[in-house]
Nanobody, 127 residues
Framework: QVQLVESGGGLVQAGGSLRLSCQAS????????MGWFRQVPGKERELVAA????????GVADSVKGRFIISGDNAKNRVDLQMNSLKPEDTAVYYC????????????????????WGQGTQVIVSS
């Protein structure tokens, strides 16, 4: 099993920045990659950004392109999400997730490819 713990959420004004971090522990060698999701009450969970350790590929959703950056350190089992130019619509609970597929799996990942989850961290962007 893999345990994922997020940190870095909070309250920020529109236009500001936050950096989320996710620390993985346990059977981290089983992870093909990691990602960040967000969810607003009453809406489906949205894949915001993802990376895969093999080759270092990264990707972000169109809704955050040019504002959010995902980065990671495989040796430290850590993935970060730098969020810039935040908007009120970015308000959500952000979840770190692990992609446990085998090396060589398709890219970019689908939401259903993630099998482990953190507890979430709240981000509130005020207007």
């Amino acid at each position: 099993q893999v345990q994922l713990v997020e940190s870095g959420g909070g309250l920020v004004q529109a236009g500001g920045s936050l950096r989320l971090s996710c620390q993985a522990s346990g059977r981290t060698f089983s992870m093909y990659g990691m990602g960040w999701f967000r969810q607003v009450p009453g809406k489906e969970r949205e894949l915001v950004a993802a990376l895969r350790w093999s080759g270092g590929s990264t990707g972000v959703a169109d809704s955050v392109k040019g504002r959010f950056i995902i980065s990671g350190d495989n040796a430290k089992n850590r993935v970060d999400l730098q969020m810039n130019s935040l908007k009120p619509e970015d308000t959500a609970v952000y979840y770190c997730a692990g992609d446990h597929r085998i090396v060589g799996s398709t890219w970019p990942p689908r939401q259903t490819d993630f099998g482990s989850w953190g507890q979430g961290t709240q981000v509130i962007v005020s207007s």
